[in-house]
């Protein structure tokens, strides 16, 4: 099959495209065995097959996109109704959003004020038991084995006829000052390890060796040849 702008593919089924693919990828796989460059003439043969390669690449490239065309319009054009739905709904759904907000915030802050005061209610009676168990050591007798009262909580889950609500308690942040956490070690070397885990670290390193950077501790820069290639 050889790649031409007018011939457009022909309606068959994307697994009988495959068997003719299969045939055409077979001598270029045993000819590419054989690509050895010592010369210019070497040179212009691998570029000529290299060519040959790159229009049978394009070619499989438009028997691809003629199957999957469709689903790219189809999927196009769901996303464009979609939207067009959810912005109908959104100006209705956002009032409740809000309201959600403000009454979850008032019962996380209802819950956080309890505890507040029940900690500080459980403090209270501890300094009370070591105050009563000091007075006891001064008289020679033993401390009192009964466990500190401990102070009832909001419940977690507040169950209706409507329906329930739970809470539980979660640590959040504010950074505050990046240039101070920056400074922070433990913080730097887990934010090494979370760039390097994603792959940042190499985005880095290639944007500084784009700006000029030749020499960098733990990275060998070196210079090499891309070749670009186009079928005609």
Not at 27 to 37: D, Q, T
Not at 80 to 109: C, G, N, S, T, Y
Not at 179 to 189: S, V
Request: aromatic fraction near 4%; charge should be positive; proline fraction near 4%.
């Amino acid at each position: 099959m050889s790649r031409t702008t007018a011939t457009k593919p022909t309606a068959k089924t994307p697994e009988a495209t495959i068997v003719e693919i299969e045939k055409g990828l077979a001598p270029l796989e045993k000819e590419a065995r054989n690509v050895v460059i010592q010369n210019e003439d070497d040179m212009k043969n691998a570029a000529s097959f290299l060519a040959k390669v790159k229009a049978y690449s394009n070619r499989i490239t438009e028997l691809q996109e003629f199957f999957t065309d469709p689903y790219v319009e189809q999927r196009r054009v769901a996303l464009e109704q979609k939207k067009k739905v959810e912005d109908m709904f959104a100006p209705k759904l956002q009032p409740l959003l809000e309201i959600e907000r403000k009454v979850k915030r008032a019962i996380a802050d209802y819950s956080l004020e309890q505890e507040r005061k029940a900690r500080a209610e459980e403090e209270r009676l501890r300094k009370i038991r070591e105050q009563a168990n000091e007075k006891r050591a001064e008289k020679g007798q033993g401390e009192i084995l009964t466990p500190v009262k401990t102070v009832e909580r909001v419940a977690p889950t507040v169950r209706t006829e409507e329906g329930r609500t739970m809470t539980k308690k979660t640590w959040k942040f504010e950074i505050t000052d990046t240039t101070t956490l920056l400074a922070n070690r433990p913080f730097a070397h887990e934010l090494l390890l979370a760039c390097v885990n994603k792959g940042l670290h190499e985005q880095l390193v290639r944007t500084m060796v784009k700006n000029g950077i030749r020499e960098l501790p733990g990275v060998r820069i070196y210079e090499d040849i891309e070749v670009a290639v186009m079928a005609n």
